[in-house]
């Protein structure tokens, strides 16, 4: 089974996700700068989200890129993944409309926790498909980002009931950990193709 | 005439179908969870119509595998099978806002019913088109999970006027014999990956 | 430069244009099924406007696949064409909401004829770049199919202020003209396909 | 790092920007063409933005068939154009339905100047990415196209609170000024290709 169809299909789940957010960026009625002002939780949350969806896109790309087998799990794994991730549009504009209130913050980090959370999952599924040689596996490693991330969001929500502006810096702490890209991957990449290329098939 | 095209225009279609269902799930003006509360059933019935577009995205994704010509009678049976599916927004749309109630909960059916005809009717028109040698004929067999479902699909939308929650239910039944992964056309693919390994041509 | 990018993009704009069409069949109020028939005219410009999109997207995918060189010249003339088909959806929403009026019926023909024209347009462009062993000029010869379509949007367009519903039924027509599948460019790349088998390079 | 995943999920996302613009189009109530003609200034906006989205994809397109390597700057340098330009449409609809006003038409040429910002950033990580032999920095040269641009965004910006209709003016010029094909990349392309059959590897 080929993981171009599914590379295609994810790419365009997250291209609409990304894009139908900024729907949520209503057209203000007034024309001058301050009907521009209010938008500005909003537009925050938009920058947020967006910065998300990259990471996920991002790292999916050099996951799959670094996967040799497409198993039936995998294809519900990744579904799962879309699932969540489809849920950010909503739980954007929640957040948004109402300037970071408790419940809309603590939504948000629950959609985010259940993300990272499938994100292990297909990683995870993706590593018993490719077996023992997995290259996803060796460039994973201890999954330390991975976890801190999940610590992260887990906090985050219960937070948002007494301090929701430190569960939105612990949104904003993890985004910036992941925007450095994950060199673990290219790495491991890098180090197969010099093998492959001492020992040429 | 290559399939790649036929494949990306039909996951670019159903990757928009499965992302604007989540438009429907409309951000509250309230900032509580109990704002959260209502949107429930709208909530439930995403959940049920991701799970069937991700069902009709995988089985398309093995059949097509197992697809080795694209006339233009598939071309019109595919698109034929999106326009049904197309409507599904719609339906989810409306059997949410209503809280299963009867006449959505039949339409809900109506799609299904029609959307699972559309792939039967492209199932055979791509088994026609590659002949007697069709891996996709032997994948598919008696089609029992088909049939099976098209009973469950048309039982539920008179059933919908009596007992609309018992058509839910047969609804979510069908959904989670699918979930099973289609392994029907994995284990023939790997027949003939098999025998071709035997006599290389 | 290569023609798959252009494909792709043109695959993604056809799949959104033929999925927000659906977005205006909104979700009615009521939970009944009288609610359900007063959407019939906006449900019949939709299978219209799905009909026409699948018919473009069919015809393109015929006409690329002909196609050997992509200049400057053919990814603007497939631009205009997609500027045009991107108005499909708001005219077939200002023809269903008003139960085919007289202008917003003639303002459909006007994007059916715009569109035609720019297919037209597409197509020379195509044949020029090509230049003398043209498949697509081959296989389009006196192209007698497009040249009555636009005949036939031309005609529509006045008379929708008199006869609204022969203009509909002028656009139906000339739907179910182009639906049969276009056998002319599948001869010709057949023959192509049996000369280079002959001389193999 | 292949760079087709990165050019299909750009792909869907300029697909889905000049698409969802078209929704500000909103369907009129009334039924006559004076209906019509209110939306004019909504259109004419739609048309210019469509322009700019094709000039982009244009570009982009072209830019990356010079490219070589990707890196992980690259993904995000191509982000952070996507981000620009999917605050398009909300520029778009805020500027037509405010008939050209100053501060809307102001923010346009902000959304244009970062887009043309970003544009500019890109190409640069693509040349830092391509090293010394890179294609892209043979067919960029001095990038007088560019600076122009980036020139007539910054005078629109200010000028709008005087004189917006000059600062449409601005925007219709660079339009203009790039639907004309970059020639500068097809002419290295070709150059490239005289060499590579000069000494075949």
């Known amino acids: 089974m080929n993981k171009n169809r599914l590379e295609a299909f994810s790419d365009g789940v ?5 894009t139908i957010m900024v729907l949520e960026l209503k057209v203000p009625h007034g024309e001058d700068l301050s009907a521009l002002a209010r938008l500005l939780p909003v537009f925050m949350t938009y920058v947020l989200s967006f910065v998300y969806v990259g990471i996920y ?6 996951m799959l890129h670094a996967t040799r087998r497409i ?10 993944l879309l699932f969540w991730l489809s849920l950010l549009p909503f739980a954007t504009g929640w ?26 999952t ?9 077996g023992r040689e997995s ?6 490693g201890a999954d330390r980002k991975g976890k801190v991330s999940l610590v992260f969001y887990a906090v985050a929500i219960p937070l948002a009931f007494v301090l929701p502006w430190i569960s939105s810096a612990l949104y904003v702490s993890a985004a910036l950990m992941w925007l450095i890209p994950d060199r673990r991957i290219e790495r491991v990449l890098g180090e197969r193709d010099a093998e492959s290329s001492e020992h040429p098939t």
Not at 71 to 80: D, F, K
Not at 112 to 120: E, H, N
């Open 14 to 18: 997250l291209a609409i996700i990304i």
């Open 71 to 80: 198993s039936g799990a995998v294809l519900w794994a990744n579904l799962h």
């Open 57 to 62: 896109w991002n790292n999916h790309h050099h």
């Open 95 to 120: 957040m948004g409309e109402n300037h970071f209130a408790s419940a809309p913050t603590a939504l948000y980090g629950g959609v985010l926790l259940m993300a990272a959370a499938a994100y292990t």
């Open 135 to 140: 290259l996803v596996k060796r460039a994973v």
């Open 122 to 130: 297909l990683q995870h599924t993706i590593i018993v498909a490719d």
